[in-house]
């Protein structure tokens, strides 16, 4: 498997470094100094200094031969136009682009009658919106995924003190919620993320990783200390492109929400462009601002600037004046733990769901998705077992203790089976399993490999 990808922002080289731990070929074209100084520092990827633009070097970087493309350029015709030079070379090509305009984005017939040449389009932005929405549902929320048209979920929740979960181990978790069918997949403390067993301990600020059936969600989480929340009122800090979709998205939904905007011009185009949203020309960081925006009773508050370090700076000010919900706007995961610390009770990541495209089309044919999760340290492989593998007709309790993955739902004959250590794989499942990034490849080779003898 190789790909291409044009354009190394913040979105592309993030998915170039989740591509080359993934053991795949990586080739990049980007002409940005900076930029390809950082890509420098990433090992075993091959990089082209020049216009991503030019037939030329899209040769250079193997298009002609490579399985998936990505164009990631700050504009829609430039995605475009690359896409189309890619499948122009090579029309076997999957081609995944970068698309903002939303016209462009929701004409779904642009992409089905082939008039545009793309086969997957990804907009940060409106995900990220979407994210903000999800996290808003249940309190303590920190990562939530959907799966299987939407009927199994996995939602990622801060273990807060003296939850009914609390200082338990997952076998007297089990045995306290016997009546319960979930899977806590996996927990990461203090930034370090691991695959979980009975005798593992959830502590106070932990987040623990719950994989259920989306029917079940309300009845398990209330259970577990997770109420639904309605939220009722937001604010959002950052008139950029992902302030301004959150705060479009939140109204959207019926959340009265106020967007807060440090540059005057800005704000005088957004008061245009958001009819139902109040803008305010304001430092979004400042306590005096905040309390003149009723901070103290507000649901939510989203820090959506294009700085990081502000935004981080926005939640813990946010939280000290007594606002119920914090959510962070970061593209580096190393500082979701520093930001849990100040005060944010969920980071957001607009990379998520571009990584998660891609990695879903790079993998052989009987994986049928790949989910990043825990800050991109662990993943959700969907594996089809059409034949024996070296996994199937064991009983799961008989697999080796140090296996470093964990099974978390099995389908078979549109069933869905949460399993017990008696239970095992038969060819015609269809498995969920659990497993940290950095040993993947190495459980999907042990395991889920057919063997020829």
Same mark, same amino acid.
């Given at each position: #498997?190789?790909?291409?990808? +044009?354009?190394?922002? %913040?979105?592309?080289?993030?998915?170039?470094?989740?591509?080359?731990?993934?053991?795949?070929?990586?080739?990049?074209?980007?002409?940005?100094?900076?930029?390809?100084? #950082?890509?420098?520092?990433?090992?075993?990827?091959?990089?082209?200094?020049?216009?991503?633009?030019?037939?030329?070097?899209?040769?250079?970087?193997?298009?002609?031969?490579?399985?998936?493309?990505?164009?990631?350029?700050?504009?829609?015709?430039?995605?475009?136009?690359?896409?189309?030079?890619?499948?122009?070379?090579?029309? !076997?090509?999957?081609?995944?682009?970068?698309?903002?305009?939303?016209?462009?984005?929701?004409?779904?017939?642009?992409?089905?009658?082939?008039?545009?040449?793309?086969?997957?389009?990804?907009? @940060?932005?409106?995900?990220?919106?979407?994210?903000?929405?999800?996290?808003?549902?249940?309190?303590?929320?920190?990562?939530?995924?959907?799966?299987?048209?939407?009927?199994?979920?996995?939602?990622?929740?801060?273990? /807060?003190?003296?939850?009914?979960?609390?200082?338990?181990?997952?076998?007297?978790?089990?045995?306290?919620?016997? !009546?319960? %069918?979930? +899977?806590?997949?996996?927990?990461?403390?203090?930034?370090?993320?691991?695959?979980?067993?009975?005798?593992?301990?959830?502590?106070?600020?932990?987040?623990? /990783?719950?994989?259920?059936?989306?029917?079940?969600?309300?009845?398990?989480?209330?259970?577990?200390?997770?109420?639904?929340?309605?939220?009722?009122?937001?604010?959002?800090?950052?008139?950029?492109? /992902?302030?301004?979709?959150?705060?479009? /998205?939140?109204?959207? !939904?019926?959340?009265?929400?106020?967007?807060?905007?440090?540059?005057?011009?800005?704000?005088?185009?957004?008061?245009?462009?958001?009819?139902?949203? +109040?803008?305010?020309?304001?430092?979004?960081?400042?306590?005096?601002?905040?309390?003149?925006?009723?901070?103290? !009773?507000?649901?939510?508050?989203?820090?959506?600037?294009?700085?990081?370090?502000?935004?981080?700076?926005?939640?813990?000010?946010?939280?000290s004046m007594g606002v119920k919900e914090a959510f962070c706007l970061t593209f580096n995961t190393a500082h979701y733990h520093l930001n849990y610390s100040l005060g944010a009770d969920a980071c957001l990541n607009p990379r998520t769901a571009a990584i998660n495209k891609v990695l879903e089309k790079v993998y052989s044919e009987n994986i049928k998705s790949v989910r990043t999760i825990a800050n991109e340290k662990a993943e959700i492989i969907e594996i089809q077992i059409d034949k024996k593998?070296?996994?199937?007709?064991?009983?799961?309790?008989?697999?080796? @203790?140090?296996?470093?993955?964990?099974?978390?739902?099995?389908?078979?004959?549109?069933?869905?089976?949460? @399993?017990?250590?008696?239970? #095992?794989?038969?060819?015609?499942?269809?498995?969920?399993?659990?497993?940290?990034?950095?040993?993947?490849?190495?459980?999907?080779?042990?395991?889920?490999?057919?063997?020829?003898?």
């Amino acid at each position: #498997m190789s790909v291409v990808v +044009v354009g190394a922002g %913040q979105i592309g080289f993030h998915l170039v470094k989740n591509l080359q731990l993934e053991g795949i070929s990586v080739s990049v074209i980007e002409r940005d100094p900076v930029i390809l100084r #950082m890509l420098s520092r990433v090992e075993g990827i091959k990089i082209i200094d020049g216009n991503g633009q030019s037939i030329d070097e899209l040769k250079k970087a193997g298009i002609e031969s490579c399985n998936l493309f990505f164009a990631s350029l700050p504009e829609d015709s430039q995605n475009i136009l690359i896409s189309f030079l890619a499948k122009k070379i090579n029309p !076997n090509i999957t081609t995944v682009a970068r698309i903002r305009n939303k016209n462009l984005l929701e004409t779904d017939e642009l992409y089905s009658k082939n008039v545009l040449p793309i086969d997957f389009r990804i907009n @940060p932005e409106h995900s990220t919106a979407k994210q903000t929405f999800d996290f808003s549902e249940y309190r303590y929320t920190r990562e939530f995924l959907k799966f299987k048209n939407n009927s199994l979920i996995l939602r990622g929740v801060k273990a /807060y003190k003296n939850s009914p979960i609390t200082s338990l181990s997952l076998i007297q978790i089990r045995k306290k919620f016997p !009546n319960f %069918q979930f +899977v806590i997949a996996a927990i990461t403390k203090k930034n370090e993320t691991t695959i979980p067993k009975g005798a593992t301990i959830v502590e106070e600020d932990d987040t623990i /990783y719950l994989f259920l059936k989306k029917e079940d969600e309300e009845r398990v989480l209330s259970s577990l200390g997770y109420q639904k929340e309605a939220i009722k009122t937001a604010i959002v800090v950052g008139g950029g492109n /992902y302030g301004k979709e959150i705060a479009t /998205y939140l109204s959207k !939904n019926k959340i009265k929400t106020r967007l807060i905007e440090i540059s005057r011009e800005k704000c005088r185009k957004l008061d245009q462009e958001l009819s139902k949203i +109040v803008i305010i020309n304001g430092d979004g960081s400042s306590r005096d601002v905040l309390k003149e925006n009723n901070i103290r !009773n507000c649901d939510l508050i989203v820090a959506a600037t294009n700085d990081g370090f502000v935004n981080s700076v926005v939640c813990s000010i946010s939280k000290s004046m007594g606002v119920k919900e914090a959510f962070c706007l970061t593209f580096n995961t190393a500082h979701y733990h520093l930001n849990y610390s100040l005060g944010a009770d969920a980071c957001l990541n607009p990379r998520t769901a571009a990584i998660n495209k891609v990695l879903e089309k790079v993998y052989s044919e009987n994986i049928k998705s790949v989910r990043t999760i825990a800050n991109e340290k662990a993943e959700i492989i969907e594996i089809q077992i059409d034949k024996k593998l070296p996994i199937t007709d064991i009983a799961f309790k008989n697999l080796p @203790p140090s296996s470093g993955f964990l099974i978390g739902l099995i389908i078979r004959e549109e069933k869905e089976i949460i @399993p017990t250590g008696d239970d #095992m794989l038969l060819i015609g499942d269809k498995v969920f399993i659990f497993a940290l990034k950095s040993e993947a490849h190495q459980i999907l080779d042990q395991f889920f490999k057919e063997r020829h003898e």
